[in-house]
């Protein structure tokens, strides 16, 4: 089955708060992580990644935390903004056998932002 | 330097028809991807390709479903007598190198294909 889920398919969070997107993966093999947006009909947007030999990272506004003990990621989005109202995914990159182009995506949560 | 670009954008099919889906990668990559998004669902990787080659189709359908990388022209994903199931966004990523991590495949903004 999946390996990559996420635990809420909602979000709604006043402008100008932070939100907290959560992912929880199944695969204590898995190496690397990708968070991506998704504005509505528009192709996924690579918004920051993580390897498994890291805790946290920091972007512009972002910050991704990977928790390896409970197989557990989330994204963090500093002072919202009504742009970032889109839908995110985690994906996982598994480095196996040279297959590391290979995403696997989690099913996604609906991020919105009121004004 | 246009972003990776598929054609046509929507694509309503009867049960039966075919649907030819057409992505050209950004300029420089040779490496193309393609995924598939249910309702409501995340992409899930169907097929790797690099020029002229077949690189991994482990996510593709058994039948009906073939996809080619000419050595000129688009990348084509190609669905034989689609049925209502086929119904989905379908998402073309590009990369200038082989076998990238994920962050740097390039995604194109998808063809929704609906089957009536």
């Known amino acids: 089955g999946e390996s990559v889920g996420l635990h809420l398919p909602t979000l709604s969070v006043q402008e100008g708060d932070n939100s907290i997107i959560n992912c929880a993966y199944s695969?204590?093999?898995?190496?690397?992580f990708i968070w991506y947006k998704q504005e509505s009909g528009k192709g996924p947007q690579f918004i920051i990644d993580?390897?498994?030999?890291?805790d946290k990272r920091q972007g512009q506004r972002v910050t991704v935390l990977l928790n390896k003990t409970v197989k557990h990621l989330s994204l963090q989005i500093a002072a919202t903004q009504p742009g970032d109202s889109a839908v995110y995914f985690c994906?996982?990159?598994?480095?196996?056998?040279?297959?590391?182009?290979?995403?696997?995506f989690g099913k996604g949560t609906l991020l919105t932002v009121n004004p | 330097n246009a972003g990776v670009m598929q054609n046509p954008r929507h694509l309503v099919r009867r049960r039966g028809q075919e649907a030819r889906l057409r992505c050209s990668p950004m300029?420089?990559?040779?490496?193309v991807y393609w995924y598939r998004q249910l309702p409501e669902e995340g992409l899930k990787f169907m097929v790797y390709?690099?020029?002229?080659?077949?690189?991994?189709e482990s996510g593709m359908p058994k039948e009906r479903f073939s996809a080619e990388f000419p050595k000129e022209g688009p990348s084509i994903l190609r669905i034989q007598q689609v049925v209502r199931g086929d119904s989905a966004a379908y998402f073309c990523?590009?990369?200038?190198?082989?076998?990238?991590?994920?962050?740097?495949?390039?995604f194109g903004p998808g063809t929704r294909l609906t089957v009536l």
């Open positions: 990523a590009s990369s200038p190198t082989a076998g990238t991590s994920g962050k740097e495949q390039f």
């Open positions: 695969n204590s093999a898995s190496d690397y």
């Open positions: 993580i390897r498994s030999n890291m």
């Open positions: 994906a996982e990159n598994r480095n196996s056998g040279g297959s590391n182009y290979k995403l696997t």
């Open positions: 300029k420089g990559h040779s490496h």
């Open positions: 390709l690099q020029k002229e080659n077949i690189i991994d």
